[in-house]
């Protein structure tokens, strides 16, 4: 069965480890949406390897792996990126990217930063350029990776972007970005990635009327989606279920189950509102056992308790069949844990997810607290084994949100992961 893997919280929910773990079952893994702002953390035998662009399939030489067309790429961080997997002896003759993937340009980087600095609403971006590269998508000027590698086009079709945008910085007060110093970079780039680029409508299609099996690999999370996040501190994309489709050409038919992946607790990164964050010891203790940085920026994260409204949210405009809950360790030494049931707003309470941000910002949590399991969960392999409390804290997030919770991860090793029987 084709699956879909999504973030259900503000991303770094742990998808690069439940990827990788359901990766092996998989004959094609499709990126469809975002940018090298992702970071989805694999490990290659010992070795731990941070992916922003490859799918985390790319070590399985039987899978296909595939960049489809609705991610932005920056060619030089694509090729750095491949030149690092090339280096640990990982051949990469089943890579394929999509020849309309749009391409982060120099000066998309630098709109980034002066768009930011601008801002009334900063948005804490990860400073890659992936929301003015989707801006020029949507206003019809991008420039795709088929024109980079068609070497007398790519000159022709940036040259007049550039002059553009740089008159914007300049007027922010930011450095123009001269095409000169770029260009025999990005046209170097695109000779080195020209032989993994082609037509993946075509190919995705062909692979999945022979029967072949999907994994559909989603960057950022639910909560971050342009349309259904907490806008406007959202990125540009759709990581959300429909993404898949406007990101690959392929249609809902392909699509056969969604696996939504979850924290024990949550996370965010950036700006924006976060109803259940902790600005005391015990989101500072979340942070450093669960080693909330960003995998991209080294940023902290912000950390807070599990929020059943926004859960369920991404649940259900995502269709989600069963969760992969992640970390669950990190919630080990703690006393109680806390989980928001629903929200106060206005002196009522509400279950409904105010997505844009004027109102989320107002809610208070309502709380529901559980007692603390207080015992090293790393090493269970059988679910019998977990603590009491630890069940039950499952069964309640299973039997608020209707969904079965299907594999529960310990700690990063791919060992570490409980599946259940969900079905
Ligand atoms: P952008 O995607 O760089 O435009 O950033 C927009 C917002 O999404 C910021 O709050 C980022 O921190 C957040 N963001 C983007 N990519 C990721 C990710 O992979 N994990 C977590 N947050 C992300």
């Given amino acids: 069965m084709n699956i879909v893997v999504l973030g259900l919280q503000w991303g770094d929910e742990g998808k690069g480890k439940a990827i ?31 992916l922003h662009l490859l799918p985390s399939g ?5 899978t296909v792996s595939v960049i489809a067309s609705s991610v932005v790429i920056n060619p030089i961080h694509l090729v750095s990126e491949i ?20 391409l982060i340009l120099p000066f998309h980087q630098q709109l980034d930063i002066v768009f930011e600095e601008s801002r009334y609403l900063k948005i804490g971006t990860t400073k890659r350029g992936i929301g003015p590269a989707y801006e020029d998508l949507a206003g019809r000027r991008a420039v795709f990776m088929r024109d980079l590698v068609d070497e007398n086009d790519f000159y022709h079709q940036v ?3 550039s002059e553009y945008y740089n008159k914007i910085i300049q007027a922010c007060g930011g450095a123009p970005v001269l095409i000169e110093s770029y260009l025999d970079d990005y046209l170097a780039a695109g000779r080195f990635l020209k032989p993994y680029v082609r037509n993946t409508i075509y190919l995705l299609n062909r692979l999945h009327e022979e029967r072949k099996s999907f994994l559909f690999e989603g960057a950022q999370g639910a909560l971050l989606d342009i349309s259904l996040g ?26 056969g189950k969604v696996i939504g992946i979850s924290k024990a607790y949550a996370t965010r990164v950036g700006e924006g509102p976060f109803p259940t964050e902790l600005k005391d010891a015990t989101g500072d203790r979340l942070r450093e ?29 995502n269709g989600v069949d069963s969760i992969f809950l992640t970390k669950l360790d990190v919630l080990d030494d703690l006393d109680e844990i806390r989980v928001a049931v629903a929200y106060e707003l206005d002196g009522a309470q509400t279950e409904i997810f105010e997505s844009h941000h004027n109102r989320l910002q107002k809610v208070r949590p309502v709380y ?10 790393s090493g269970i392999k059988r679910e019998n084994d977990l603590p009491k409390e630890t069940r039950d804290y499952l ?10 919770i299907e594999y529960i991860s310990i700690g990063s090793g791919r060992d570490q992961t409980i599946r259940r029987n969900s079905e």
């Fill in 159 to 161: 040259k007049p972007l």
């Fill in 395 to 404: 069964r309640f997030i299973e039997e608020s949100t209707r969904v079965p």
């Fill in 289 to 317: 056992k669960g080693d909330e940085y960003g995998s991209t920026t080294g940023r902290p994260r912000r950390v807070g308790w599990l929020d059943m409204v926004a859960l369920k949210y991404a649940l259900m405009v």
């Fill in 58 to 62: 790319i070590f399985s030489p039987s």
């Fill in 20 to 50: 990788d773990y359901l990766a092996g079952n998989f004959d094609v893994i499709v990126r469809y949406q975002g940018g090298h702002n992702a970071g989805h953390t694999v490990y290659h035998g010992d070795r731990k390897v941070i």
């Fill in 368 to 377: 529901r607290a559980f007692p603390g399991w207080k015992k090293a969960t």
């Fill in 230 to 255: 907490t806008y406007p501190f959202v990125t540009s994309s759709h990581p959300t279920v429909g993404g898949v489709l406007i990101g690959t050409g392929l249609s809902h038919k392909a699509i």
């Fill in 83 to 102: 030149n690092g997997i090339l280096a640990l002896g990982v051949g990469l003759d089943k890579l394929v990217i999509s020849e309309l993937a749009p």
